[in-house]
């Protein structure tokens, strides 16, 4: 009977980590406009897109200048948002809580945290 249990729990285990994006991580997936405040100018505005890939999340931030960027890592769970990418030669840490269609936080800055909001970009129909 422990066998059969172990068992069980242990293919519960691998199903969790072998499955593909859970339907909530797809609240995230999509564009957001999003507004930081207190940083340089061509860095004030941009729109993030985030995408699943092969079951992982990953994704880019275009800045209003034309520049993207790779995001290095998204990690969401339990509507907390956390994605981090090299701007210049800085690691930026952006840090936010997704609410419907809204996300409010921070990002983590070599100059400090500063506020950003973001709000999803909804494509319309033809």
Not at 65 to 71: A, N
């Amino acid at each position: 009977m422990k066998k059969v249990f172990f068992m069980i729990v242990l293919l519960g285990f691998i199903y969790q980590i072998a499955r593909p994006v859970a339907a909530a991580d797809s609240t995230v997936i999509g564009s957001w406009k999003c507004a930081v405040i207190d940083v340089p100018y061509e860095y004030s505005n941009s729109v993030i897109t985030i995408i699943e890939k092969e079951g992982k999340l990953t994704g880019s931030v275009k800045f209003d200048s034309g520049e993207e960027i790779k995001i290095n890592t998204i990690k969401y769970n339990n509507s907390q948002l956390v994605l981090s990418l090299y701007v210049e030669v800085d690691l930026i840490t952006l840090d936010g809580k997704v609410a419907g269609t809204e996300i409010n936080g921070t990002v983590d800055t070599p100059d400090g945290k500063v506020a950003f909001t973001a709000t999803k970009v909804v494509e319309k129909k033809k």
